[in-house]
């Protein structure tokens, strides 16, 4: 079946530091993938997406690649702020209306 | 445009208890998603809409859970009774789905489940 694994947490940075979150996926075809970030006390929000191989998705700063032959799809930033802790998953659709597969969720807390 | 809402937003019951929860999706939005996250882990799925059908509920324990979205728009969940295993966030998604797209989900801020 379909899986996620991410990098366990947490994951505890200073201010400005560079930021990755390993993400890696089992699955048949050709999945689009994302990232979604929950910030405390609210709900999950869609961070970026990517829908085939070597798409780029981005968005405030972070990045990730759909890589298909490493089946992964990192999570970077080049610079975080305090404002950037958080909790962020990493998932995977087979289908348009289908269900998201998640990540078990990787902390990350941003100390000034 | 208003997010998509839950209530209650916390609940505390003993077991052997009912406990419901309400979702209101996202105005337009054709496709449901009911999801439980466990402490710890990330959201799975329980149960999906497509209007007032449900297409995908073979992850949802049907001998104590429940759901029903009448008129194709708001969607309620419904355990009955709740065991200890079932304290978790229960999260309400919903997407507006076109043939061909990769729709994105838009999560409520989930109901925390404490049982006792």
């Known amino acids: 079946g379909n899986s996620v694994t991410q990098m366990e947490g947490p994951v505890t940075l200073s201010e400005e530091a560079f930021l990755t979150i390993n993400c890696t996926y089992t699955a048949t075809g050709y999945p689009s993938l994302f990232w979604y970030v929950q910030y405390p006390g609210e709900g999950l929000q869609l961070l970026l997406k990517?829908?085939?191989?070597?798409d780029k998705g981005s968005n405030k700063g972070f990045e990730a690649t759909y890589r298909k032959e490493t089946t992964s799809f990192h999570l970077e930033k080049g610079s975080v702020q305090v404002s950037d802790s958080a909790v962020y998953f990493c998932a995977l659709r087979k289908a348009a209306g289908n269900k998201l597969t998640f990540g078990g969720g990787t902390r990350v807390l941003v100390k000034p | 445009e208003a997010g998509v809402v839950q209530s209650p937003r916390y609940k505390i019951i003993e077991k052997k208890q009912p406990v419901a929860f309400w979702c209101n999706p996202i105005s337009g939005h054709n496709t449901l998603y009911w999801y439980r996250q466990n402490l710890g882990q990330g959201p799975e799925l329980l149960i999906r809409y497509e209007n007032e059908e449900a297409v995908d509920d073979s992850q949802l324990p049907k001998d104590r859970f429940s759901a029903e979205r009448l008129k194709g728009v708001d969607s309620t969940l419904k355990i009955q009774p709740a065991e200890l295993g079932d304290s978790a966030v229960y999260l309400c998604?919903?997407?507006?789905?076109?043939?061909?797209?990769?729709?994105?989900?838009?999560f409520g801020p989930g109901t925390r489940l404490l049982v006792l």
């Open positions: 990517a829908t085939k191989a070597d």
């Open positions: 998604a919903s997407s507006f789905r076109t043939s061909g797209s990769i729709e994105t989900q838009y």
